[in-house]
């Protein structure tokens, strides 16, 4: 069983940056990897990024790839995604999931195991 609980989120205008944090419990976080999703209104959830258990992979929806950044520190149980260069589209809840395994996924079907969101709104 993996907790996953996020923070950071918040109001921040365009073009400014937030960096979001997903805490883990348990000891074996380790050979979790970890995906971060987001949800806006009306619309279904999507894969942001995500991140092998090791922290040597990463892998970006073409969204928000060189504007966000996904890392990793275990000896925290920590997984974060330092975004940049908000955009209004930005808006959403965004999520941080994970699963047991080497292979990282964009698919949120093949996570186990999600945290409860955290809300981030970009203004214009």
């Known amino acids: 069983q993996v907790l996953l609980v996020e923070s950071g989120g918040g109001l921040v205008q365009a073009g400014g940056s937030l960096r979001l944090s997903c805490a883990a419990s348990?000891?074996?976080?380790?050979?979790?990897?970890v995906g971060w999703f987001r949800q806006a209104p009306g619309k279904e959830r999507e894969f942001v990024a995500t991140?092998?258990?090791?922290?040597?992979?990463?892998y970006y929806a073409d969204s928000v790839k060189g504007r966000f950044t996904i890392s990793r520190d275990n000896t925290k149980n920590t997984v974060y995604v330092q975004m940049n260069s908000l955009k209004l589209e930005d808006t959403a809840i965004y999520y941080c999931?994970?699963?047991?395994?080497?292979?990282?996924?964009?698919?949120?079907?093949?996570?186990?195991?999600w945290g409860q969101g955290t809300q981030v709104t970009v203004s214009s």
């Open positions: 999931a994970a699963r047991h395994g080497i292979s990282v996924s964009s698919a949120s079907r093949e996570y186990d195991y």
């Open positions: 348990g000891r074996t976080f380790s050979y979790y990897v």
């Open positions: 991140i092998s258990a090791s922290g040597l992979l990463t």
